[in-house]
């Protein structure tokens, strides 16, 4: 079995402490495999709450781990910075060297892909060089293995409202990715948590993560992360979802399971 915890939109600069303590002692007693955070460290990247955002990251399980930038992370009003320097704060305050980080453990492969544009202050993007290079690498996956993709801005969206913030180029890619094999596609952005499985054949899905420690919840959906557990069983492939919310008071609490099968 492999076990993804997925955090997303933590926003730094808006973080309630009491959320950041209850979340750092679910991940230590969930024992992940790794961790995936898909973007929104941070509220303005500024380089004190990279600073913070980086504490919290230090103190998470000692794991391997998957951090992409999301549309915050970029300076939105420091205009020289985010015109010739947008992923400098990002990279100097998490110590972070790549922007499409990966993750390959036996069993398991993570691809980050930046959807995140200088030129868009909200809105996301996969160009069609990344659809490419990520379905190559999907075909080059051993038999078996958990394929999963992880972007900021969501290739799907569940509720008409959202349809606005799904990545430019979101259809091209989700047709060239599910050919290609994958799995899963992880993504915030939304602080709307969600699964659903994706057509033709429903057997590749979209999960979608609400934010994990902010103030800046949307109504109906409290903080929440999601804890994703590989387990295949002879030749069937199945992910668990289990969503654990926040109850207001001290800690994230389990909703139930949800059974996503896979092609």
């Not at 002692?25 to 004190?48: F, K, M, N, W, Y």
């Not at 205009?79 to 320097?85: A, I, P």
């Not at 069993?107 to 990520?134: F, N």
């Not at 990715?177 to 915030?188: H, N, Q, S």
């Amino acid at each position: 079995m492999s076990r993804i915890l997925h955090l997303s939109d933590t926003h730094f600069g808006t973080e309630q402490p009491a959320l950041v303590e209850a979340l750092l002692a679910l991940a230590h007693r969930l024992a992940p495999d790794a961790i995936v955070l898909s973007g929104d460290i941070t509220q303005r990247a500024t380089v004190e709450q990279f600073r913070r955002a980086r504490v919290f990251l230090e103190s998470l399980p000692a794991v391997p781990r998957l951090v992409l930038a999301g549309n915050h992370d970029v300076p939105l009003f420091a205009f020289w910075q985010r015109l010739f320097t947008p992923y400098a704060r990002y990279r100097n305050g998490l110590g972070i060297d790549t922007l499409e980080p990966r993750l390959q453990l036996p069993g398991l492969c993570v691809i980050g892909v930046k959807s995140t544009r200088r030129r868009r202050h909200i809105d996301g993007e996969v160009s069609p060089k990344q659809v490419d290079a990520v379905a190559r690498e999907l075909r080059a996956q051993a038999p078996g293995t958990l394929k999963v993709v992880v972007t900021h801005q969501p290739l799907w969206a569940a509720r008409p409202q959202d349809l606005h913030n799904r990545c430019h180029g979101a259809e091209a890619a989700l047709a060239a990715w599910v050919e290609a094999g994958a799995d899963l596609f992880l993504a915030g952005h939304i602080h709307w948590p969600f699964a659903a499985a994706l057509p033709p054949h429903g057997q590749a899905w979209a999960v979608n993560a609400g934010t994990a420690v902010s103030s800046r919840v949307r109504p109906g959906a409290p903080n929440s992360v999601n804890v994703i557990d590989y387990v295949p069983r002879g030749g069937e492939r199945v992910c668990v979802l289990r969503r654990y919310v926040w109850n207001g008071v001290v800690r994230f609490e389990a909703g139930p399971e949800e059974a996503l099968g896979l092609g």
